[in-house]
């Protein structure tokens, strides 16, 4: 499984992005995906993470409100749409796939076996 996210780019804080993420691979669909986010000299957290069907979806607390994870299975490509960004949203954009046993969705880096290469968004004041 490959994943290429893009999408990312310079915006002023208050502005919008969509982050896509495709994916090549079969089984694309029965794969939980997750966005993940590294800003400079802090390690890599959690974003964003929706089940296999769309149906769920969970974030991180900060983002609520501000960010919603998207997929189209039929394309093989999540989303993540970036509402009223924020400086301290500046970072590089990671997408990535997950499957386990009895598992919906992952919000932690342990539960994701594929990761994409990042975009870098950067938000200034």
């Known amino acids: 499984v490959q994943l290429q996210a893009s999408g990312g780019g310079l915006v002023q804080a208050g502005g919008s992005l969509r982050l896509s993420c495709a994916v090549n691979g079969r089984i694309f669909s029965s794969y939980y995906m997750g966005w993940f986010r590294q800003a400079p000299g802090k390690e890599r957290e959690f974003v964003a993470a929706i089940t296999w069907d769309g149906a769920n979806t969970h974030y991180l607390d900060s983002v609520k409100g501000r960010f919603t994870i998207s997929r189209d299975n039929a394309k093989n490509a999540v989303y993540l749409h970036i509402n009223s960004l924020k400086p301290e949203d500046t970072a590089v954009y990671y997408c990535?796939?997950?499957?386990?046993?009895?598992?919906?969705?992952?919000?932690?880096?342990?539960?994701?076996?594929?990761w994409g290469q990042g975009t870098l968004v950067t938000v200034s004041s």
């Open positions: 990535a796939a997950g499957r386990r046993t009895q598992i919906r969705l992952g919000v932690t880096s342990l539960l994701y076996d594929y």
